[in-house]
């Protein structure tokens, strides 16, 4: 199993730094299935490929637990494996171009997303009639040639193979390209080898970040590479794309509360939250603002209109309220636009360089959307990682949910909301990342205020140690 990868950019050997591998050199990398070895057939300033061979041993593969192949008696042994490219090929890419994969060159960053001029050449690769390559490549951006591979050159009347010989050609940074191949080629193969967990969609998510959301075959890659666990599947879907309620009111401020549960409606609570977080980041002046799980861009609109921050960015998890955001956003006169504002896809859950040196970051009910075993990563992004030096969280308060008409006791506002805290439980979680993280943090209440029950909404104020 082969996969070679050029790179005809000027300074083509700095492929290798970007690989970890001198181009000099020939090395092996350890694998469970059998060796891998990198090698670099040409390397020069004008061209440098750097082949990656995996020799999966099948004996060593049906020792080994979960190496199911076929229900025939020498299925175990005479299978594809040793040379199709498979998810066997993809684990090799972790390993053989881990650093690479993760988008990190110690040595020479500035690398790290510079899009070379890159050719990939995958000699056998299980795909049908081939249609699904395309499907699948082209929508990232690359050329994509394939050749149909026959049965057996001797016995042309036996006809074609289900195997492909796969050329892809795009200018992309090369982490992507390994993102990409990483994914797609798990997803094409249709036996995995090892057992799929719910780690899986973690690491799905992880390769996936930044492009799986908006690929149109998102559901088919998801699906396969889960190999069709239909439980992983969805939870992995959901996650790409929670998909909150939105409004399909057009524009006014007024009237646009797709975002909000529609329990607080009568209240326009999420106008007076919104209002008045836009009223503190004013208030401190900032020079950039990040509004985390931006959604429609309520927020962003309003600090477009009633400040001059020069830098104002949100994201979200969600592709579907950045479009919206988007449409909203374009709608504005361009002097009010005047290039402040910039939105993108991502994560809450993985750390993000494009996250870091802002002055405030605000999370305006995002935090109840995450699963409670998803926060500390969300700490860690927030807190440790971007570390901006004001963070302003929003959440509801659970003990004021008896005060809404028809709720159901015990429900929460929105089908989206993975859990709702009392006013104790925000402040002792608030209280302590902030001690961990070097911040102090305040108290604000949201909304009007029941004697009894608290207010609607809460809000925490962090502002980091000097
Ligand atoms: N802050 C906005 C939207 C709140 S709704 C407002 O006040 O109007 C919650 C938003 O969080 C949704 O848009 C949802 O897509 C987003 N979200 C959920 N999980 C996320 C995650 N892991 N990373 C980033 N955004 C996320």
Redesign the pocket.
Known sequence: MLLSITNRSPSATDLGHLLHKHPARCHAVELAFGKGTVFYPAATESECTAVLLVEVDPIALVRSAGAKQGGWALGQYVNDRPYAASSFLSVAIARAYGTALNGRCTKRPELVDQPLDLEVVLPVVPAGDGEILKRLFEPLGYAVETSRIPLDPAFPTWGESRYHRLVLRAKTPLHLLLKHLFVLIGALDRAKHYWVGADEIDKLLAKGEGWLASHPEKDWIVRRYLKHQVRLAREALERLA?E?EVSDEEGDEATDTG??PAVERKLSL?EQ??DRVAELITGYQPASVL??????G??LRRLLHQTKIPKLTG????SR?LEIAHERLERLPPFKRQGRVDIFL????YRDSRLRGYDVAA????IE??DTD?LDS?EEVVFADAAPQRVIVTTPNREYNVLFEGMKPGSLRHADHRFEWTRSEFQAWAERVATQHGYAVEFEALGEEHTEHGPPSQMAIFNRNA
């Open positions: 929670p909150p975002t909000e999420h939250r919104l509004d985390l799980g931006c959604g429609e309520k927020l994201m979200d998890v969600s309220v991502g994560s809450l859950v999370l305006v009910e995002v959307h995450l998803r969300l």
